[in-house]
């Protein structure tokens, strides 16, 4: 305003209520217009770092879900919008975005994160904010009482579903087992899931090493792993880690002597690797996409994937972000819109079927209740196309006995 | 604890050494006769492992990208000195550090955009499959081959920088280059030269990682500070300070690995540490020096 020291009559100060007050003119009709505001969905993910495969597949997935909301009307004619964001794989980065999320860009939810001590970051914001949070990371810490708020839901699998239905695939009476678990919280969780699996079954434990948290080389581990003589391997650890402690791992002849079983088995880490790394190697998932002719379900989500993405396949990841926005978004529609309250008790009722079979979030911690898979590797000269990497061994479908009671987890109801 | 696998961890650690040793030489070598702290070595690194799976892949075998890649990417390396390093001799060790630093991003970039973010399998070479049994336990035999072909590379090295007139060119253009010039030599070539070695042994490291670690365009990121904690104990700029330290990282964190396993990777740290207190030049290092 070059004209504005010519002009004294105007006081700085009646200026300034000036300003002001129209400022407050403008922001008001769009209080009037909130009811047909746009739903902005959070979705904090690690998109650079070891697991950006698992996040793009999951931003893919949940773009998708956006995709198909809006393709109908949205929900009650209001459009829904995705916001990504990179968690870099670090919790204190993940609670400054998702704090972002929440006072800048206003999000009415949070659905996202991969790794479990990001999921807990961003679940101290959220709980904080009374904001309702989707986590779709495989840990479950985030579902015991001392973490856990009305707002938190898991749409993810957790340790203790996995470890189980593997142990029951991989383990008998009497067998040997030993571990190879990288420390951090991931995987003791998956220890403590297999080695309570393996008492109530029967097998003996021989021994436990744990590394260190995305080491490059598992070669110093191999000669006493070896030397436990076990008869199953259960090697517990995620992304790269599994690739490269597998790859080593046959490389030493493992395999000649002991099964290999993980507790989850990972779509792009068997890309990574190859067919004959895998080959025989057990793991749990929470989708594959070979399930479509036993499920209507996986075949509609695997024809919308394709249909989208120039027909490439979902993958286990890009399978939680989908069911992770998707239920929110069915909770919402069922709520009518965003009220916080209404939304947290539409998911509390909400049945769903959105990938793979029934699912439905557990009333005491939130927990879903969904069907586990157990799949193997398959051997080259078995796969039908580059897409045909495992057969399913199993497909339990989900009861809440597979989940650890809500008195275990500390809830009193 | 019984005394066979004490020894098939030594061997382990010693295979481990192997590869740390590659990776720090071309540090070291660079550092010591250039001045140059080279961040991009972990980045070159994994440039060389992607360029031996595209080689081997091209050629159909292995062998062609064993030889191939570091050559190729040797000369990559060479590039990098004429048009990049070469303006900033003279100038703070800073300058070239940040350069190579910023280098280093680019070219990790590179491979995501060409190669893409996930891993690519690179499949052990077929005649190195499988394990050979040594009597008292089973070793893979491309870790036997890793150890051979590095001692293989260190004699060659060795013979080259002491008895031949191209080694006592360079060992003397490293001391100094003022008076190499005086005397006629064009030292800018001697160091095109060296940089483009440091930066073959880089790539010749990633292309022998391959096949033990997936391949992925992060693969460098952990292996430049491996190699640097190496250069750092054997003393900057000393070569044999690369090989005797990288074998004691390598042993070290496969001994601990026997009795506290999640320890393995601070063992590393702990080593570097304790060198720092008593010798803070390193092992083979020159006290003082700052390029």
């Known amino acids: 305003m070059p004209k504005s020291g010519s002009t004294p009559k105007i006081s700085r100060r009646t200026a300034l209520a000036g300003l002001s007050a129209s400022a407050a003119l403008l922001a008001m009709p769009r209080i009037g217009r909130a009811a047909d505001e746009t739903i902005r969905i959070g979705f904090p993910t690690p998109l650079t770092g070891p697991f950006a495969a698992e996040a793009r597949d999951q931003v893919k997935c949940a773009e998708l879900a956006v995709k198909l909301v809006n393709d109908k009307g949205g929900i009650a004619g209001r459009k829904v919008e995705l916001l990504v964001r990179d968690d870099k794989l670090n919790a204190g980065e993940a609670a400054t975005r998702t704090l972002e999320l929440i006072e800048k860009d206003k999000v009415h939810a949070v659905v996202g994160a991969l790794s479990s001590a990001v999921q807990l970051g961003v679940n101290e914001v959220t709980r904080a904010r009374g904001v309702i949070y989707v986590s779709i990371s495989q840990s479950d810490t985030i579902n015991e009482a001392k973490d856990f708020s009305k707002y938190t839901f898991h749409e993810a699998l957790n340790p203790h579903m996995t470890t189980a239905a593997v142990a029951r695939q991989t383990l008998k009476k009497g067998m040997k087992v030993a571990h190879l678990v990288a420390d951090y919280a991931y995987g003791h969780e998956m220890l403590r899931g297999f080695k309570r699996a393996q008492a109530a079954i029967g097998a003996d434990n021989v021994g436990e090493i744990l590394h260190p948290f995305g080491a490059a080389d598992y070669s110093t581990f191999m000669p006493r792993l070896m030397s436990m003589r076990p008869d199953v391997l259960c090697i517990s650890n995620f992304g790269r880690d599994q690739a490269n402690a597998i790859k080593q791992a046959v490389d030493f002849g493992v395999k000649q002597q002991m099964k290999i079983v993980v507790p989850v088995i990972l779509h792009n880490q068997r890309l990574a690797v190859g067919p004959d790394v895998f080959e025989g190697v057990v793991g749990g998932a929470n989708y594959y996409w070979g399930l479509e002719p036993q499920s209507k379900t996986a075949a509609d989500f695997n024809a919308a994937f394709r249909a989208a993405y120039g027909g490439a396949i979902p993958t286990d990841y890009g399978a939680y972000g989908y069911s992770g926005v998707a239920s929110l978004l069915l909770a919402m529609q069922a709520a009518g819109g965003t009220d916080n309250d209404k939304v947290v008790d539409a998911l509390e009722k909400l049945q769903y079927d959105l990938t793979k079979g029934p699912q439905h979030y557990r009333k005491c911690d939130h927990q879903s209740v969904q069907s586990v898979l157990v799949l193997e590797s398959k051997k080259k000269s078995a796969m039908a196309n580059d897409n045909d990497l495992f057969a399913i061994l199993a497909n339990d479908a989900g009861s809440d006995d597979m989940l650890r009671s809500c008195g275990e987890l500390g809830h009193t109801t | ?291």
């Open chain 2, 1 to 291: 604890m019984d005394l066979s696998l004490i020894i098939m961890q030594l061997l382990s650690g010693i295979a481990l050494g192997a590869v740390l040793v590659i990776t720090a030489l071309g540090l070291t070598i660079v550092f010591g006769m250039l001045g140059v702290v080279n961040f991009a070595h972990g980045a070159l690194f994994m440039i060389g492992a992607y360029a031996g799976l595209y080689l081997a892949s091209l050629t159909g075998s292995f062998w062609w990208g064993l030889l191939l890649a570091p050559i190729l990417i040797g000369a990559f390396g060479m590039l990098i000195e004429f048009v990049l390093i070469r303006r900033l001799y003279g100038r703070s060790i800073d300058d070239p550090l940040l350069l190579t630093f910023g280098l280093s991003y680019v070219l990790v970039e590179g491979v995501r955009i060409v190669f893409g973010s996930d891993g690519i399998p690179f499949p052990t070479p077929p005649q190195l499959i499988g394990v050979l049994d040594l009597g008292i336990g089973f070793f893979p035999r491309y870790r036997l081959f890793v150890i051979a072909l590095v001692a293989v590379v260190l004699l060659v090295l060795w013979l080259t920088l002491e008895k031949t007139r191209v080694g006592l060119i360079v060992r003397a253009g490293a001391r100094d280059p003022t008076i190499m010039q005086v005397l006629g030599v064009d030292i800018g070539r001697v160091w095109l030269a060296i940089f483009g070695l440091g930066v073959g042994l880089a790539a010749l490291g990633g292309v022998l990682a391959g096949p033990m670690r997936s391949v992925n365009p992060e693969m460098g990121a952990l292996v430049l500070a491996e190699a640097f904690v190496v250069t750092v104990i054997g003393g900057l700029g000393s070569i044999v300070g690369a090989v005797v330290a990288g074998l004691m990282v390598g042993i070290s964190i496969s001994m601990v690995a026997l009795f506290a396993p999640e320890m393995a990777t601070i063992v590393m740290f702990a080593l570097m540490a304790v060198v720092l207190l008593i010798r803070p030049q390193g092992l083979f290092g020159v006290r003082g020096r700052t390029a």
